[in-house]
């Protein structure tokens, strides 16, 4: 501030002095006063009114100290003082930079040059009457002349100090093309014709010469230049005019005169360049702006042009009269035929299209009335959005939907009306134009109305879905419920809704526990069942199916649960619970349930010391029952036995029937002396019962194996095993007796052999201590050996092969005979398939324990043998004997029906050894009969035999089955069994049993000898 201060005072004050040496001889007021323009530019530049009050007081004191050593006049002084003030901050203040704001005056355009042209002449006109009055204090008498001498040289003086300065400091708007060359020569003429006009001597009136180079320099140069060149040409003049008295001025003899012509020049000379080089810039400027004005409407109208042809819409603009002026490509496609194609319309080759052929009709097949049109709509001023439209077009076209809206085209002076208009009604009148938009929404149009279709048929599935269906919130609370749920849940659907689904349970806590798993799990749908209770006496069984469904954007994702009543489901199931572990005949728990509590029982938990008792009880002679009086009257008997027996046990354990005539008991409490309390009391229960009844009932007695699981524990067996050995030493005892497991668990003799052949027998399975022997079979009617039975052999002994007629009965008492077979299957299997690979016909016969018939484990192993090893099913022949046959005929016969599904073939071995009658041949699904070795042994000589071979071999070939003779252990019995017709023989006539190898290198020697048969695992000793 203070820097600026003592520069414009320095400025101001040599302003003075220079002002002062124009002032001609004679005259009151100099010729030009740059006093006042640097005063003024002073004013104009102050931004605080602190440095605005120190700038008029240096003003006004400089003046007063000048003027008064000048004039020698004090009050001339003061007044001139004023005077030099209210020019300075009278310019400032018109140019409004002296309001206070911090804002400055700056010369940016004509218009800012105009601004301080009238500035510095009202400034000068204000400042007139004090400086009319210094000039009359002075001792002169001022004229019109003094004044407009006055107004001239303030007003010239601010314009060119200020208008230069100002210009020069401004920042440059454009380059001009001119060259340093060119200013230089231009500067270089001015110099030359000022001096030609100006110059000492020099009287021609050619003083207007300057203007033509101040023209030049006003279009070629900048602005800076130009008023650069102006102040050279301004001040050429005035040192010229008023120190060598040169030019035409020079010739004027009135000084006053002379004073304001110099004044006029210099002003016309500063104003003439700034006006010229300001208004060619400002033209310039327009012309770029003006240019790149219309590069941009080029650009827009491209990009518009752009836009409108790839739009996929179709956009029209009409007339008044329908017909259709502009249109896009998309448009084009909407009419099909040449008659409505607006490019050939336009060249006069069609008619002028129409836009009615688009829109014509309502949704629903109404012709618009003319007012109704989207185009007269939108020509009366109206904006028309999105109506649908049906269109009746051409082929191909016709009820084509259309998405139309529309719109009054103005012109741009109706625009410009419209927008200076508040009443946005009023400013939609009526156009001459009207621009319309359509989009073919055919294909959208039937896509909604087939979810509008599916969204009815699904509240239709929702509402009449025969189950209950709810949706619920995430938090479990009702949203939505259909009929059906309602009526399961007894309540009106409006009381549902808005309340907990748990509420309705007699288990809250259960439902929001599942419904919160489901939630947490969403991707997953969650069931489980509930109890609800409606308010009757009866609770409902409920199962919920429950799964996320999520939402879209605008919905929330919600709970969608069904519900489906099972309360009488539930009952069917625990009736069949209960059925598929009770026996449907005597109501006893049966063999699974006996099984599963027994393991209950012998927990680990109680492992160590075992309480209670089991007992095993098998009805002595009760198949004389059935055979005799038929299994109706057997049933009588089972159902009252069991009834008898479940009295006698009462609560002190549970009584069941394993099978047959089998049952047991369990008592979880018993101790040794209990036991065998409870066991003399079975014992005789049924020998009483069945001494009252009529006929062989009286014959039916129960023989017990007894144990207690304490004793037991010091055996390493099976407790219902050691209980079976025990029932077969009372049956080996006379039966209707028992037998009980010594407390010390001795055993004896009998019973100790028994657990001792189990053991061996469960090493062997477990040592695979076990061999097939082959004994092969005769074909009679080829005497070709193709097929042998597989006969088992222990061969746990190094140099032994036991006949499983020593262990197999007690394998079958131990329940060991399921898995001697499934071993027996499993090599067969393998044995057969390299049989095969020796002879493609052979076939093999195996032996089946009774006890393994009707076995689902027997099956499924037979199925996985034959399959692993690529077996034909036909190549295996089951044997069961016609005793095991007689046991059970329905499982047998169901067996037999199952095993020949699987293609095996089934022989009903030792036929004739039994009980049973030539019926089980009418009702047995078989494929061989092997006659008892009783009846072929002495065939040679008993007529008697020969007869019995001879009737069942006719009997056999006239139900299609083969007959095989057991036990022909000489030639004359083989040509006995020949000659009345039996298919095949077997005995020691044929061949002994032998093992695999032995076999091979003795029937199958010759046949494909390059074929090794696997015996690796069949054991050579």
Known sequence: MYGRFFVFTCAYAVAIVVGRMTVPDGATLAIFWPASGVGALWAITCTRTGERRAAAAAIAGISVGGNSVLHGSLGAAVLLGAANVLISFGTARVLGAAEGDGRAWRLHGLSDFYRLLGAAVIASLVSLGPGMAAILAAGDVPGWGDALAWVMRHSASVVVVVGTVFALTRPPRHSRRSSGAEIFALFGLTVLAEWAVFGPGHRLPLSFVPFVLLFWS?????VRVAVGHSGLVGVLTLVLVCGFQGGSFAAIDDPAMQAVTLQVFVFLTTSLSIVLAMAWEERGRLARDLAALEAAARLRAEDLTAVTQTIPDGLLVVDRDGRILLHNEAAKALFDDASTDSTAAATGDA?????????????????????????VRALAGEHVRGLLVRSGVGAGREGRIYSVSASPLHDATDATDAADTTDAAASAGPADRAVLLLRDVTAEHARSAELDVSRRRAERLFSDAPTGVVVLDLSGTILRVNSAAAALLLRDPADLVGRPLADLATRPEQ??????QTVEQPARRHSFDWTVAPGTDDAMQVTASTGVLAGSEDSEDVVLAHLLDVTERRTYERRLAHLAEHDALTG??????????????????GAEHPSGAMLLLDLDNFKEVNDTLGHGAGDELLVSLSSELRHVVGDAGVVARLGGDEFAVLLPDADHAGARSLAEDL???????????????HRVTVSVGAITFAAAAQHDADPLAL??????????????????????????????????????LEAALDADDFELYLQPIMNLRTGDVDSAEALLRLTDVPGEAVSPYQFMEIAEQAGLAPRIDAWVLGRAARLIADLRRREPEFRLEVNLSGRSVGDPAIEATLEEALRRHRVDPGALILEITETAVVADLRLARHFAERVRALGARFALDDFGAGYGSFAYLKHLPFDYIKIDGEFVAQVDTSPIDRAIVRSIAGIARELGKKTVAEFVA???????VREEGI?????????????????????????????AIDVADVPAR
Do not use: I
Request: net charge neutral; glycine share 6%.
């Open 218 to 222: 006003g279009v070629r140069t900048s």
């Open 351 to 375: 008619p002028v299209p129409r836009v009615e052929v688009l829109a014509r009709h309502h949704l629903d097949g109404r012709e618009f009335t003319r007012d109704e049109r989207p185009s």
């Open 511 to 516: 439902v929001a526990r599942h419904l919160a």
């Open 588 to 605: 006893l728990p049966n063999r699974r349930r006996f099984d599963r509590l027994l393991s209950e029982h012998l927990s680990p938990d």
């Open 683 to 697: 014992v005789a229960v049924v020998r009483q019962h069945t001494a009252a009844l009529p006929g062989v009932h």
């Open 723 to 760: 209980a079976d050995m025990l029932l077969y030493d009372s049956k080996d005892s006379g039966r209707d007796c028992f037998t009980l497991l010594a407390g010390d668990g001795s055993l004896a003799p009998r019973s100790g052999a028994r657990l001792a052949w189990r053991a061996r």
């Open 970 to 976: 000489t030639d004359d019995v083989l040509d006995v």
């Open 983 to 1011: 298919d095949f023989a077997q005995g020691y006539a044929v061949g002994k049993p032998v093992p695999a190898r032995e076999f091979v290198a003795t029937w199958l020697q010759d046949r494909l000898p390059d074929v």
